[in-house]
């Protein structure tokens, strides 16, 4: 008999939460599907700041400008990023080895997380040097060239990057289907718009439930303390409630 069998289970050492971290940011990038992601991301960038360096006018070829170009496709493609992290589990079936190396789903949950957001940093510092890249040799033109844009300017567009990122988390969590989460995530929120849009009786509201609208001061960075809360409010109903519910799904769930 060994030293190891002789040593009760509940004793025995878990998987480290940084090595759990480290295995989901590999999966992360190991699936066929995510690597495309982040490929796009990659190619996509460089491409979009080549386009406005050539068409913007001179005057627009600002930092706060170009990262704002950078950072457009990372906004549309990086949520589905976070939706892979969590149905992967459910439609390629590996979350029964998953879930049996590592018991408690909520430690997976949570490692699933940290690794999407820490990705999504990386991506997002990506994005910022790609700009400032950009910015110089937008002096080619005679371009603006200001680099104003404030530690509160980062905050606020990683703020926004984030938001999409955790929004797709949540509806992976709650939709454990790969194709209804994304049609789920990019057509709801669009279609809730147009209704606050076209109804002019709900417009007085709309920046309270509508992320979209919510989120639109902190592009031009003039949020305001009534900004913020319409902001939180929006980020509850659309962040913050489908995140919860998507949890005790993921949770309770059964692994087949």
């Not at 892979?84 to 590592?102: A, K, N």
């Not at 990386?122 to 002096?139: E, K, R």
Request: no cysteine; proline share 5%; charged share 10%.
């Amino acid at each position: 008999m060994t030293a190891m069998s002789t040593v009760p289970a509940a004793t025995w050492p878990g998987i480290p939460f940084a090595r759990m971290a480290r295995a989901e940011l590999r999966k992360l990038t190991d699936t066929r599907a995510s690597r495309w992601l982040l490929i796009a991301i990659a190619a996509v960038t460089p491409v979009v700041l080549g386009v406005m360096l050539v068409v913007a006018s001179p005057a627009n070829l600002t930092y706060s400008k170009l990262i704002d170009y950078s950072l457009t496709p990372q906004e549309l493609v990086l949520p589905a990023l976070g939706i892979l992290t969590i149905t992967s589990e459910w439609t390629q079936r590996t979350g029964l080895t998953t879930f049996t190396l590592v018991p408690s789903r909520r430690r997976v949950l949570l490692a699933k997380g940290t690794a999407t957001l820490s990705l999504g940093l990386a991506v997002i510092a990506i994005a910022f040097a790609a700009a400032a890249l950009a910015n110089l040799l937008g002096g080619l033109r005679h371009g603006n060239g200001s680099w104003s844009l404030g530690p509160s300017g980062f905050g606020e567009l990683i703020l926004v990057q984030l938001s999409g990122l955790l929004q797709g988390l949540a509806v992976g969590m709650l939709l454990p289907i790969t194709a209804a989460a994304i049609a789920a995530y990019y057509v709801l929120p669009t279609l809730w718009s147009l209704l606050f849009t076209a109804t002019a009786g709900l417009k007085h509201v709309d920046r309270w439930i509508d992320l979209i609208k919510a989120q639109s001061p902190l592009y031009t960075h003039q949020m305001t303390g009534t900004g913020w809360l319409q902001l939180l409010t929006a980020a509850s109903i659309w962040i913050l409630l489908p995140l919860t519910a998507g949890t005790v799904r993921a949770l309770r769930k059964e692994i087949s």
